[in-house]
């Protein structure tokens, strides 16, 4: 059974983004990355050597943090609302 069912997404979009259709908003994908960034890094806790899934990881990591610098350009506000919502700072 997959983790990221189409139930989920349509969640983390309802909570994130304007709508649960809305998959392309900045916020909406952020969240998104977070939960799969989550997943992974559980996975690789117990799978020290897994290598493929340990550079998707920092593939994931990086779009995430290409997203957040975009918006943090463009809208302040909605950077640090998605940053504490998302709890993603110490």
């Not at 994130?16 to 990355?33: I, M, R």
């Not at 690789?44 to 997203?67: C, F």
Request: hydrophobic share 30%; proline share 0%; net charge positive.
């Amino acid at each position: 059974m997959s983790y990221l069912t189409a139930e989920k997404k349509q969640e983390l979009f309802q909570q994130y983004g304007k709508s649960k259709e809305d998959t392309g908003s900045t916020e909406a994908q952020v969240a998104l990355f977070s939960y799969r960034i989550a997943h992974l890094t559980e996975h690789l806790k117990k799978n020290r050597k897994d290598y493929s899934t340990q550079r998707a990881l920092l593939k994931l990591v990086g779009k995430r943090r290409k997203l957040l610098n975009y918006l943090k350009d463009r809208d302040i506000e909605r950077y640090r609302a998605v940053i504490k919502a998302l709890n993603l700072r110490k």
